[in-house]
């Protein structure tokens, strides 16, 4: 006869007889729950997918893109420095160069003084929505900005240069101080544009480098060449300008070789001196610019310079 | 707004148009754009490979730490860049990598300014989640003006290809075996009393019978003569077959059925080759790849690179591949099935069809239900009409003698294993 099995050794030993019989096979939701194979992909590495909206698909791609940046560095407080210089002087030049009258809200207003008013809130709403807009680094507000000073801008005049202010100053009776204050006027623009957005490409960049996504070696000479050309492009730009303005007399002048009647003619022209005057000008200045781009003059330049080397 | 000023005779913003006209032209000029005045197209869609002077005698080269390695691996990449041109260029350089990479050190998107003459090396790691062919390239170069009003690309077609094979979990046991010996002995049990090393059962001495074999413990307790029987050990024949159908790719990219059954597969070869059995792989989805029964390690890097290889496509049913695979495997091979078990008609006569002949079929099916339902992309009523529909399925299977495992998202593959096998 079988010996009975022996009892469990004292002391909590390993019985080799006694086998525990499960019933069941062990709870896998229980092991799942606890045990871990690690194959868990972290959601930032998962892309996130942005479906567009109406106007987004009408467009082809959001008006402008929403993105937040890091608090700004050295570079970006200095540009929104500059920014908010730039911003006043436009402001100031804005009043000064573009009065209400010809405005759209000077015929719709039934007196001179609100339509007044209403060309100061316009201006003052740009400088506003701007300024916040450099602040808070948002480009919807800049777009806002952007549009209300080309606003401010857009009215009926009668060729001349007409000033809101100072028009009875003697110093701003002569045309070429009048011009100078619109071309002033319009470099400032064009560099409040830039330099705003300068300071959500900064921005941007400076997140980008923080965030690890983009390296940037050796900063410094690239910061400089922006810097340089934040002051050559405005330069050359209104140099541009003032050569297509003074247009009315250059030509004169360039006929008066050939021709002393015909240059005085030219002279005492009024659609020369009228903005079809600047108009003729402009079309001279940018078809010589466009016949070198035509001709591939920088690009020949370059495989030039490259061949020397 | 140039032609707005001339309309209302408003000089002040013809002034502006002009202003920003010539700050344009002049951006323009400073990036040479010049191509597009002159050809009326950009150079990148002509059929010149030169992207414009500005780009010209940039050149790239790669290195690679690594040109195969295992999911959630790193691969470091060395990236040198070359300015040939005697004049220094401000350049952005992008090196394409593939989007389900994650970057571990370094950046692949450097703006720099590279001197005349000058390169310099990027160096960056990535993290490879997911197995696979992959490629890194071309280098994207860009040259934009300082203002970042116009820029001209050009790509560096230098390309660098990588595998990733299938991350593996270690297995103690899986609980398969061969019901049929074959010729030559092995390391593994087939349930029969032979040569081998584990234990089987307890029997009477007969003559013949070694004094080793004698159980002296089981003699002190009976007071008869018992001896040890051993499992016979011997090769056996394991086929793996992965359902790689369109289906399986369900559930998000890192989690779905077919991410499941590679690294399951993956772990079982080792797991066999290691036993020195020989596995076959059949993958099937568009068409039915198939890799013949081998043992070794050379056997294995063949399965891992199909594996990394396994693109979820088409819809052929099982029927075709069991029909197609019958004729070329031992009667009572292990076979393990790993399968989402959807779109399908044919699993349940298919699998009926393996047990009428004698096969030991274990289905580990990863549920892509879960892993919908994890991602919140179904809604709880959906994932229970699913679930239960999959849990009457899988009954059905278990009736044939199949051994299922609903494999849950997370559960470890030795986990599903037991449960699939009733341990």
């Known amino acids: ?187 400032s623009l064009v560099l409040f544009f830039e330099l705003s957005n300068g300071v959500l490409r900064f921005s941007m960049l400076d997140t980008s480098i923080r965030t690890n996504e983009v390296y940037v070696m050796n900063i410094k000479r690239v910061v400089s060449k922006y810097r340089r050309s934040l002051i050559l492009n405005p330069l050359i730009a209104a140099t541009f300008a003032w050569f297509a303005l003074t247009m009315n007399e250059i030509i004169p002048a360039i006929v008066s070789i050939f021709s002393d009647d015909a240059g005085e003619r030219l002279r005492e022209s009024v659609e020369l001196g009228s903005v079809y005057g600047v108009a003729l000008g402009t079309v001279m200045v940018f078809l010589v610019i466009g016949g070198v781009f035509a001709l591939d003059v920088p690009g020949r330049l370059a495989t030039m310079r490259e061949r020397n080397s | 707004m140039y032609l707005l000023g001339l309309t209302l005779r408003n000089q002040q913003l013809v002034t502006v148009a002009v202003v920003l006209f010539s700050f344009l032209t002049y951006a323009a000029w400073r990036s040479s754009h010049a191509d597009v005045a002159a050809a009326g197209q950009r150079l990148e869609d002509s059929e010149s490979d030169e992207a414009g002077q500005a780009l010209r005698g940039l050149g790239a080269m790669r290195r690679l730490s690594a040109q195969r390695i295992f999911e959630d691996g790193e691969i470091e990449i060395e990236l040198r860049v070359q300015n040939k041109s005697r004049f220094p260029k401000t350049v952005e350089v992008r090196d394409k990598v593939p989007e389900v990479m994650r970057m571990k050190k370094g950046s692949n998107y450097v703006l720099m300014d590279l001197g005349p003459r000058r390169e310099t090396t990027i160096e960056y790691t990535l993290e490879c989640p997911l197995r696979g062919f992959y490629s890194i390239g071309p280098v994207c170069v860009r040259i934009q003006d300082t203002f970042g009003l116009f820029h001209k690309e050009k790509e560096l077609h230098v390309y660098d290809d990588f595998l990733i094979f299938p991350k593996m979990e270690d297995l103690k046991d899986t609980f398969v075996k061969s019901k049929v010996p074959k010729i030559f002995t092995g390391a593994v049990q087939i349930r029969n009393p032979g040569p081998g090393t584990e234990f089987f059962s307890l029997r009477e001495y007969i003559e013949g019978d070694t004094f080793k074999q004698i159980n002296w413990s089981a003699y002190a307790r009976s007071g008869k003569l018992m001896v040890n029987e051993r499992e016979r050990d011997a090769v056996s024949d394991i086929i793996l077959i992965i359902d790689a159908r369109a289906v399986s790719e369900t559930g998000p990219v890192a989690r779905n059925s077919l991410v499941s059954s590679t690294r399951a597969a993956a772990s079982l070869a080792r797991y066999f080759l290691n036993r020195r059995d020989s596995v076959g792989l059949v993958i099937y989805g568009d068409e039915v790849i198939s890799v013949d029964r081998d043992t070794g390690k050379k056997q294995l890097y063949s399965l891992l690179t199909k594996l990394a290889g396994a693109q979820a496509r088409g819809e052929t049913p099982l029927r075709v591949v069991i029909n197609r695979l019958l004729p070329h495997i031992n009667r009572g091979s292990p076979i393990i099935f790993l399968s989402c078990l959807e779109d399908d008609p044919t699993i349940v006569d298919s699998l009926r069809d393996f047990r009428a002949r004698n096969f030991d079929v274990t289905v580990l099916a990863p549920s892509s239900a879960d892993f919908e339902f994890d991602a919140k992309r179904i809604d709880k009523v959906g994932f229970e009409v699913l679930k239960t529909e999959r849990n009457v399925l899988i009954n059905e299977l278990r009736g044939l003698g199949v051994h299922v495992c609903d494999w849950e998202a997370d559960m470890l593959l030795s986990t599903a294993l037991a449960g699939a096998r009733g341990f």
């Open chain 1, 1 to 187: 006869m079988a010996a009975a099995p022996p009892p469990g050794p004292p002391g909590g030993g390993i019985d080799i007889y006694r086998k525990e019989v499960r019933s069941s096979a062990p709870s896998r939701k229980k092991a799942a729950g606890s045990m871990k194979s690690d194959s868990i992909i972290p959601e930032d590495a998962i892309p996130e997918v942005h479906i567009p909206g109406f106007i987004e698909s009408l467009l082809g791609g959001p008006v402008v893109h929403r993105q937040k940046y890091l608090k700004p560095d050295g570079m970006v407080r200095n540009l929104q420095l500059l920014s908010y210089i730039v911003l006043g002087g436009l402001g100031i030049l804005t009043y000064i160069v573009n009065p209400p009258d010809g405005t759209v809200w000077r015929t719709l207003a039934p007196s001179s003084g609100l339509a007044t008013l209403m060309h100061t809130l316009v201006i003052f709403g740009a400088i506003l929505i701007g300024g916040i807009g450099i602040m808070r680094r948002t480009p919807q507000s800049l777009l806002i900005s952007y549009a209300l000073f080309i606003f401010a801008s857009l009215r009926f005049t009668s060729s001349d240069i007409t000033l809101a202010v100072l028009s009875n100053e003697a110093m701003f009776q002569s045309e070429r101080v009048k011009e100078m204050l619109v071309i002033g006027y319009a470099v």
